[in-house]
């Protein structure tokens, strides 16, 4: 028979191993990261010169009041000088967080920008399952409403444009942009019928926009021809094995295009890390925080 200090003993070492393991991944919260890629998609003389065209990918911010550090870093991302700044939202984590959002993202929003909402800008995140997370399993959301409809009216009127269920078209840094974008698919909150179409053949770069990888919007932003997708929502995984490899996505993407760069069909998919988690989730274990700055050339 096993003895029951041996029991005790054996309980013991996984409430320690337990509670490490969650010490570790509490302390790589501020660990953020900048992901840098480069995509040869503009033709030759687009860019008059210049090395590339580039946009940075700002996703899952999920602010709390007090993150200074997060505040720091986001804002410090202004110093790369993008083309660029796509967010793809989820930027709130707490009814009280649009001023800190504001704060973070201020420098960038003086810059061209675009921006999709994710499910948690709409409402607060919620106590959940652990384990229903690791299953899969979409979550009821908690219908508590936040003050997205703020933080959107400070994004417009800093010049960022909705693309929420629209197409919009505009020029910067000598580029032609063709941009589309739908509402979370998440929780069906996407109609494509909305913004269904080739994007303007006169443009230089295509863009699509969604907060959610789900492949049924993705397939169709790719059938019309988009060259780049760019979205959130996965966290990377949040919780992985070595090497950023996701055990879940909370979508129905594959697992190894849960975080990064990859193609998809005839289409370029990035999927940001994000930078935050729910506050009743604060813990990334082998997937640090990033955002992402993408380099695009002209093709060879």
């Keep these: 028979m096993v003895k029951f200090s041996s029991i005790l003993g054996a309980a013991a070492a996984m409430g320690i191993a337990g509670a490490a393991t969650i010490a570790y991944g509490v302390s790589e919260l501020n660990k953020f990261q900048l992901k840098t890629y480069e995509l040869p998609l503009l033709q030759t003389g687009t860019l008059r010169g210049k090395d590339a065209f580039t946009i940075l990918h700002v996703s899952d911010l999920h602010m709390i009041p007090g993150q200074d550090t997060k505040i720091a870093w986001v804002s410090a991302l202004d110093a790369l000088d993008p083309d660029l700044v796509i967010n793809t939202g989820d930027n709130l984590s707490d009814e009280r967080a649009v001023p800190d959002v504001l704060r973070a993202l201020g420098p960038l929003l003086n810059r061209p920008g675009a921006f999709v909402f994710g499910t948690n800008d709409y409402w607060a995140p919620q106590m959940v399952n652990p384990f229903k997370y690791l299953t899969g399993s979409k979550r009821e959301p908690s ?11 400070a994004f417009i009127e800093h010049g960022w444009q909705d693309a929420t269920h629209k197409r919009i ?15 979370d698919p998440h929780h ?7 913004v269904a179409g080739a994007p303007n053949e ?24 988009y060259q780049l997708a760019l979205a ?10 070595p090497g950023e490899r ?3 996505t909370n979508a ?18 990035e999927v940001t890390n994000g930078l935050g988690t729910s506050k009743f989730a604060p813990v990334r274990i082998f997937c640090r925080p990033s955002a992402t700055l993408i380099r695009v050339t002209e093709s060879k």
């Design 246 to 248: 996701a055990i879940v």
């Design 232 to 241: 959130g929502h996965t966290h990377g995984g949040q919780i992985c094995l």
């Design 143 to 153: 219908y508590v409403d936040l003050p997205w409809k703020g933080m959107r009216a």
């Design 252 to 269: 129905d993407i594959d697992r190894e295009r849960a975080s990064g760069l990859h193609r998809y069909g005839s289409m370029w998919l």
């Design 202 to 225: 006169d443009a230089d770069l295509s863009i699509a926009l969604l907060h959610a990888p789900y492949r049924r919007t993705l397939d169709q932003f790719e059938t019309d021809g």
């Design 169 to 183: 078209e505009f020029q910067t840094s000598g580029v032609r942009l063709a941009l589309a974008g739908v509402d």
């Design 188 to 194: 069906d909150f996407d109609d494509y019928s909305l």
